[in-house]
């Protein structure tokens, strides 16, 4: 079975920085697409970034490009999002998802449980 489990996250001032990381437990003899998304209070879940299985390609939304770097840590199935120049509007439920394909249409195989992110103004 797989599971995702994700850390980071927590409370920053506008323009600062934050890191997001996520592990894939369980079945990992696969490599897997992963990707996060996030859901603002009232608003549905939206794709924020996501990478491919060989991390040669990283796909961003038009909001965070330039300001979030995703990227595949050294370990199998692994992948960080740092997020710069946060604002107000980046405050958000974050989930890390993974698919054996595609993490871009928000039908990933597999999600995490979220983690909050709030940026004070």
């Known amino acids: 079975q797989v599971q995702l489990v994700e850390s980071g996250g927590g409370l920053v001032q506008a323009g600062g920085s934050l890191r997001l990381s996520c592990a894939v437990s369980g079945r990992t003899s696969r490599y897997y697409a992963m990707g996060w998304f996030r859901q603002a209070p009232g608003k549905e879940r939206e794709f924020a970034a996501g990478?491919?299985?060989?991390?040669?390609?990283?796909y961003y939304a038009d909001s965070v490009k330039g300001r979030f770097i995703i990227s595949r840590g050294n370990a199998k199935n692994t992948v960080s999002l740092i997020m710069n120049g946060l604002k107000p509007e980046d405050t958000a439920v974050y989930y890390c998802?993974?698919?054996?394909?595609?993490?871009?249409?928000?039908?990933?195989?597999?999600w995490g449980q979220g983690t909050q992110v709030t940026v004070s103004s």
């Open positions: 990478i491919s299985r060989s991390g040669g390609s990283t």
């Open positions: 998802a993974a698919d054996p394909a595609t993490v871009v249409d928000d039908k990933a195989d597999y």
